[in-house]
């Protein structure tokens, strides 16, 4: 279980960041719309408590879980922004203390989940420690969304490597969450990390690979930026391609950031 405390220890941390960009905002702030069409900072909010509340379920009453599945999954283009909007409706400092205490209580349910334990979703079933690391990539990301939003840079930290694994190994998902057949080759992936390492993925002699800095890598594969805008490098056709449609979360990609250099360019 020693893994497992690691990740939610960074699971932690990740959320407490964001939790000191909101839990002093005034009222009107939860208001403000984000970069997300639709989305104030409350829906943010209100969605990473949702998705809390169903991991929740998830580890601790399975078939509590696969009836609420069964009822999300009836409208499966929707229900995850009707979950934000319900929650968003709540007042401020209620939608707070329940995303508080939600991630809380998951916390406690997956520390003391049996070893090797996995747990139902709405894809397949995941271990605590994957459960911890979809939570930081969400929270990380939705955080991204509120940063931006308030006009603060937030210092990349370690725990990208979670963003960035994921998103590594979602890659053959983005391909086929648009109806394209991925590659056969594996790609070799190098990222930069904030603390100066080098997190290397795939073949070491891989023919066709992608570089540059894991922030950037994180910010693409969560779609909180556009490629244009990124110093990620790519090697070959295949993996320029990649770079286009790369995501790390699941369901349907969205319409993504808007090119600021293009609309830079544009203005000029």
Not at 117 to 145: C, K, L, N
Not at 182 to 188: D, H, T, V
Not at 227 to 233: G, S
Request: with cysteine; aromatic share 6%; glycine share 8%.
């Amino acid at each position: 279980m020693s893994d497992v405390s690691s990740v939610l220890d960074d699971l932690r941390a990740e959320s407490d960041e964001l939790d000191q960009l909101v839990g002093d905002l005034g009222e009107a702030s939860w208001a403000l719309d984000t970069p997300a069409v639709g989305w104030t900072i409350a829906h943010q909010i209100a969605h990473l408590a949702w998705t809390d509340q169903a991991a929740l379920l998830a580890v601790t009453d399975a078939d509590a879980f696969a009836a609420h599945a069964a009822v999300a999954l009836k409208s499966p283009d929707t229900f995850v922004d009707d979950g934000a909007r319900e929650g968003a409706a709540v007042p401020p400092g209620e939608l707070l203390a329940s995303w508080r205490e939600g991630r809380e209580a998951l916390q406690r349910a997956l520390r003391a989940a049996p070893a090797g334990a996995r747990f139902p979703w709405y894809g397949p079933p995941m271990s605590a420690a994957s459960v911890a690391t979809a939570r930081i990539m969400e929270t990380w990301a939705h955080g991204q969304d509120v940063a931006d939003t308030l006009g603060v840079r937030r210092t990349p930290t370690d725990r990208l490597r979670h963003v960035a694994r994921i998103g590594v190994r979602a890659r053959n998902y983005a391909y086929a969450v648009r109806g394209l057949t991925p590659p056969a080759e594996e790609f070799r992936v190098e990222l930069r990390a904030p603390g100066g390492d080098l997190w290397t993925y795939g073949p070491e002699d891989a023919a066709q690979r992608v570089t540059g800095s894991a922030l950037d890598f994180c910010l693409l594969a969560t779609r909180r930026a556009h490629h244009d805008d990124l110093a990620l490098r790519a090697e070959g056709p295949d993996a320029e391609h990649w770079l286009t449609i790369a995501q790390a979360f699941a369901g349907p990609p969205g319409e993504g950031r808007a090119s600021a250099k293009s609309a830079e360019e544009g203005g000029a």
